[in-house]
């Protein structure tokens, strides 16, 4: 009997919520979560209703598991959203649709301006001695960024006229639940994903086969890659980069460039791939951005899913590029600063996002210089010569080699503002690159963290492998038997536990 009952406590403690071990895709308990919810959606996909019913539940009980009774804010915002696009929709006048619509952004905006950013404004107000008051000391629900954003692309696009609003709330619920993609996105759109929830699903061995390439490939990405250079190495570096050489400060911002691309887009792929292993199809996030040759292509290949959102509700709904060249370059930092302070209240990343608002703008006049010379130089030339000769295919691959080079040293520069806990900190790294290099200290450095240097080097390979080989690893997986599929899994299950941190690595993009 009191072995029962010590059972029973500590299966209680499993299936509740636990501040200090939430559930996440990189956790224990969610292979074990994730193994019961195949095992009945097996047998309930096919029956829609059912199918809805049974995925929200285990969807808000995920959500409980992550972060505790702040799951209650996710279904707050689904029942103000659901009802306020429904009354934008049978709105008879201009008037009142937009008043709606400023209401329900005012709701959104304000519940996250509150658990996001009251603890910012007060430092400031404290700082600048305006008063003194004290700090909330305000915990942040997890994935309210999130699904504050789905949330508001949904009434915008019901007040454009784009999307018919979901008559039934279960609907929404279940939208705006989607555990796969509930805590760390990516941004899903309701005009996407909502005409998926009641169709029939068939889910083919393709599915099958790139659901597990992309769920492998992130686990993998998070786990071996990500977690085990930030635990060996950039945690030290960025934890006090003073007592760090110029040249283990530079491995360092190498080194947290792949740390925070794995571990984003691993834990995206992931998210992707389950979608996919139910018959759900969302969105690519990431399409390996350092190998973009500018900054505007980095921010078409990085966080996809928050870029395009920025682009289609901020910076269009601001003029776009459609009110003059100086309005655009503004619009752009603007877009960009606003998009920084999204990730968090914090001075460093209105720093980091004003950096790539100069940069875009920058780019966006340099591209049309680039157009108008060679728009006069084509009209001076009486023959085109477009034929592909060796010089010109050298020179292309030159010009796209520079322009990876220098777009992936900018965005290096730029996630040192974004890793570094102050400005500070951002300081004292550039200072030691480009005054204390110490390149002499490479041998040792090299010798103390060899393993940790071929991690980050296996991560940059992975990275840079064209997307043939991705191809070519799906068509293989769909060729194989399941129980060949499951053998795979398992093994791969099993090396990860092994090379696993001991800790959990909360995932960087759980904060935003």
């Known amino acids: 009997m009191f072995d029962f009952h010590l059972d029973t406590d500590k299966l209680v403690s499993q299936l509740t919520y636990n501040a200090k071990d939430p559930l996440l895709f990189n956790s224990g308990f969610f292979l074990f979560f994730f193994c019961v919810f195949l095992l009945g959606y097996q047998f309930l996909y096919k029956r829609k209703l059912t199918r809805v019913v049974y995925f929200t539940i285990f969807s808000l009980y ?6 505790g009774f702040y799951f209650g804010f996710i279904l707050l915002s689904a029942v103000v959203d659901f009802n306020l696009s429904n009354w934008i929709y049978t709105a008879k006048t201009e008037g009142r649709k937009k008043a709606i619509l400023i209401f329900s952004i005012a709701i959104n905006l304000g519940l996250l301006f509150y658990f996001k950013y009251t603890d910012f404004f007060i430092e400031i107000i404290n700082d600048l001695k305006i008063g003194q008051v004290k700090p909330l000391n305000l915990i942040l629900p997890i994935g309210i960024s999130f699904y504050t954003f789905e949330n508001l692309s949904y009434t915008i696009d019901v007040y454009r006229g784009k999307f018919k609003p979901v008559a039934s709330f279960l609907d929404y619920c279940f939208f705006l639940s989607f555990f796969p ?3 760390m996105g990516p941004i899903v759109r309701a005009s996407d994903f909502i005409p998926q929830i009641r169709k029939d699903i068939h889910i083919t061995k393709e599915d099958i086969a790139k659901g597990l390439y992309l769920i492998l490939g992130g686990l993998f990405k998070k786990v071996v890659i990500s977690d085990y250079i930030y635990v060996n190495y950039v945690q030290y570096i960025f934890d006090d980069p003073a007592r760090h050489s110029g040249i283990e400060c530079l491995m360092g911002v190498y080194g947290y460039a792949m740390v925070i691309y794995c571990d984003f887009s691993g834990y995206s792929d992931m998210a992707i791939g389950m979608a996919r292993w139910m018959g759900f199809t969302i969105n690519e996030n990431f399409d390996s951005p350092y190998q ?47 998009g920084g302070l999204w990730h968090g209240a914090h001075f460093n990343f209105i720093v980091w996002g004003a950096m790539h608002g100069v940069a875009l703008a920058y780019d966006k006049m ?31 691959f030159r010009k796209k080699a520079g322009g990876i080079f220098i777009t992936f040293h900018f965005v290096c520069l730029c996630w040192i503002f974004f890793k570094s806990s102050s400005f500070e900190d951002a300081k004292i790294i550039i200072n030691q690159i480009l005054y204390n290099f110490n390149g002499s200290a490479w041998k040792p450095m090299l010798e103390a963290y060899g393993i940790v240097f071929g991690v980050m080097l296996v991560g940059y390979i992975i990275h840079f492998l064209p997307k043939v080989y991705e191809t070519f690893s799906v068509l293989v997986l769909s060729k194989i038997t399941m129980v060949g599929r499951i053998a795979i899994m398992l093994i791969f299950i099993w090396i990860i536990i092994q090379v696993k941190q001991a800790d959990q690595v909360m995932p960087i993009y759980l904060q935003f």
């Open 366 to 396: 340099r591209m049309s210089v680039n157009d108008r010379i060679n728009a006069w130089a084509a009209s001076r030339r009486k023959v085109k010569d477009e034929r592909p000769t060796l010089l010109k295919k050298i020179n292309r």
């Open 181 to 183: 993609k509930l805590v």
């Open 292 to 338: 973009s040759s500018s900054i505007t292509e980095f921010w078409r290949r990085w966080h996809m899913s928050l870029s395009s959102w920025l682009k289609d509700y901020l910076y269009i709904s601001l003029g776009g590029n459609r009110v003059g060249k100086f309005r655009q370059y503004l619009n752009l930092m603007i877009t960009m600063i606003l």
């Open 62 to 67: 995920f959500f409980y598991k992550a972060c």
